[in-house]
């Protein structure tokens, strides 16, 4: 057989017990078999663990990278929102770019191969942010998948002007909308707008939802029945819902049944959650992060992800994912191996089914498109910390990240 790439003794999650070698041909996994011969560039992994790469849900590239430029003191979400407002004043093009750029290149290097990312349009910032991450969607994708979901941080019916951009945006490229109902003062009206916005350029819908600890108060119900009426099931995600955090068990089942009927993924996003929520608490901090692991034996699909990157919402973050699933295992308490493969999941397989991507995985008949973890299995990856050494997009070497090594006396 003629092959470009060969990789050997390959451990995969199909059939984690053998180790296996993987033939590409243009870009595409053309076998995959104990024992491969070929006269081709080889790459020897002694048992690594080959993988499809992380998939990161939700992101927002466009507001990464401005702490320093930010004056937080109570570390609530209302001044997170207010300070990144007063920032944005300042972004161009060009900022925002060399801001994602460095932010991309990071979730590249810890082995990320495809990205949802939230971009903010407004009458302030106008398209900028649009375009700016559509410029990185071209520049970069020889290493990474990235939609672009536009979306109004600062409200739709309250803030006129964003309505007519974000139609704009749909009509000029981005893959999908997304909603914050909590920014204005009628969020059903909000909700339903966005489905109109949707189903008129037959795109997907990423929704910022419930980002409280008021159990009291949900939009969750009235996305979940436009859901249903519209006929979008597997077209909706939701981010936080942090409010499920608080939730009794027998409503918090309630909700996941709703939730599965409507057919409706949940993304959690770990960091921010747990920094953002609990502020006015002064001992037992809750931590405010929803236990979407618990949901995925009722049928609803979920993912964990990265959200923010050195901005108020989120101060810190290397767009670790492994980092970001093992921080929601300790956070959930998960410590079983079972566990902890789900957590594997909910960076990879599960946010890949969230954004519709497909094909995915190692498979004879896919991309070539995959990453290398110094790990015998997933459960080992979450608990370890386990880091990428390498990846692959379509064939292409995209990263490499030598393993470290001791160099005893």
Known sequence: MSLDLLFKSARLSSDPTRRLDIGVKDGIIVDIAPTIECDCPTEFLDGKWLTGGFVDSHVHLDKSCISGRCACVTGTLQEAISE?????????????????????????????????????????????????????????????????????????????????????????????????????????????????????????????????????????????????????????????????????????????????????????????????????????????????????????????????????FTPFGDCSLIRMANLYANIAQIGDHAGLEDCFDLVSTRPASLMNISPYGVAIGNPATFIALDTDDKASAIAELAQPLFGYKSGRRSFTRPKPVVHPP
Not at 260 to 271: H, K, R, S
Not at 287 to 299: D, E, N
């Open 84 to 312: 990144t407002a007063k920032a944005k004043q300042n972004f161009t093009e060009d900022d925002i770019y060399a801001r994602g750029k460095s932010t991309l290149e990071k979730a590249i290097l810890q082995g990320t191969t495809a990205m949802r990312t939230h971009v903010e349009l407004d009458p302030r910032i106008g398209l900028k942010g649009f375009h700016a991450i559509q410029h990185l969607k071209r520049d970069y994708a020889w290493a990474i998948d990235l939609q672009i979901c536009v979306f109004p941080q600062e409200g739709l019916l309250n803030d006129p002007g964003t309505d007519e951009l974000l139609w704009q945006a749909c009509t000029t490229g981005a893959d999908l909308i997304g909603g914050c109902p909590y920014t204005d003062t009628d969020p059903k009206k909000q909700i339903a707008r966005i489905f109109d916005i949707a189903r008129h350029f037959d795109i997907d819908i990423d929704f910022h939802l419930d980002f409280n600890l008021d159990p009291s108060k949900s939009d969750l119900a009235e996305i979940c029945q436009h859901t249903i009426n519209h006929g979008y099931s597997g077209r909706v995600a939701v981010g936080h819902v942090t409010q499920l955090s608080a939730q009794p068990p027998s409503e918090f089942e309630a909700i996941t049944r709703r939730l599965a009927d409507a057919g409706i993924a949940l993304t959690v996003l770990p960091a921010t959650d747990l920094f953002l929520m609990g502020r006015d608490a002064t001992h037992l901090v809750p931590r405010g992060v929803a236990l979407v692991h618990l949901m995925l034996k009722h049928g609803v699909n979920g993912s964990l992800a990265t959200n923010n990157v050195l901005n108020p």
